[in-house]
T-cell receptor, first 116, second 113 residues
Framework: AQTVTQSQPEMSVQEAETVTLSCTYDTSESDYYLFWYKQPPSRQMILVIRQEAYKQQNATENRFSVNFQKAAKSFSLKISDSQLGDAAMYFCAYRSATGGYQKVTFGTGTKLQVIP | DAGVTQSPTHLIKTRGQQVTLRCSPKSGHDTVSWYQQALGQGPQFIFQYYEEEERQRGNFPDRFSGHQFPNYSSELNVNALLLGDSALYLC????????????FGPGTRLTVT
């Protein structure tokens, strides 16, 4: 079974600064997807960024980028120019790319605080 | 275009009772997954429905059951409620052959007293 580990329960960053959230995962599969989701106090889970394991290039979405190290099974999220609206719970997640079913395995989350 | 909708928003039940939660997927989506998110934890996969059948199930007892209707909407039923069932229940929808994204609803907060 796949597992996702987020070792940082809480992180804080100064507004406009850069912060990196860590995630490691365990799997025996070679083809999979990795995601970072954001869950603000409103509870709506929002997809921030995704990475296909077969792609060597790290994904980037505006101020959000990842550092994907497949051999190390590491998938960190970097938030640049942090904004107050970035404050939320961030979840790292895994989904197998084999088969058509789309169960997603989540980590325990990192609570990000943005300090004005 | 409405996204994923869930009802009700909040629900309070007593131990031993039964509850039904509802989910309408995003337009164009045909697959619905349910997750349980305990306070301070990440979501845990309950099960997934496609073509009105349960296709995959997580490590949840038979007290948790579901249904998918021909219009792709779905229900989650929980029987014989326990205090430990108190959680946020999230519904996520996706297209069967879109391997990228699941869109989540805002969730139903269930409190069991």
């Amino acid at each position: 079974a796949q597992t996702v580990t987020q070792s940082q329960p809480e992180m804080s960053v100064q507004e406009a600064e850069t912060v990196t959230l860590s995630c490691t995962y365990d799997t025996s599969e070679s083809d999979y997807y990795l995601f970072w989701y954001k869950q603000p106090p409103s509870r709506q889970m929002i997809l921030v960024i995704r990475q296909e394991a077969y792609k060597q290039q790290n994904a980037t979405e505006n101020r959000f980028s990842v550092n994907f190290q497949k051999a190390a099974k590491s998938f960190s999220l970097k938030i640049s120019d942090s904004q107050l609206g970035d404050a939320a719970m961030y979840f790292c997640a895994y989904r197998s790319a084999t088969g058509g079913y789309q169960k997603v395995t989540f980590g325990t989350g990192t609570k990000l605080q943005v300090i004005p | 275009d409405a996204g994923v909708t869930q009802s009700p928003t909040h629900l309070i039940k007593t131990r031993g009772q039964q509850v039904t939660l509802r989910c309408s997927p995003k337009s164009g989506h045909d697959t619905v997954s349910w997750y349980q998110q305990a306070l301070g934890q990440g979501p845990q996969f309950i099960f997934q429905y496609y073509e009105e059948e349960e296709r995959q199930r997580g490590n949840f007892p038979d007290r948790f059951s579901g249904h998918q209707f021909p219009n792709y909407s779905s229900e989650l039923n929980v029987n014989a409620l326990l205090l430990g069932d108190s959680a946020l229940y999230l519904c996520a929808s996706s297209a069967r052959y879109n391997t990228y994204e699941q869109y989540f609803g805002p969730g139903t907060r269930l409190t069991v007293t």
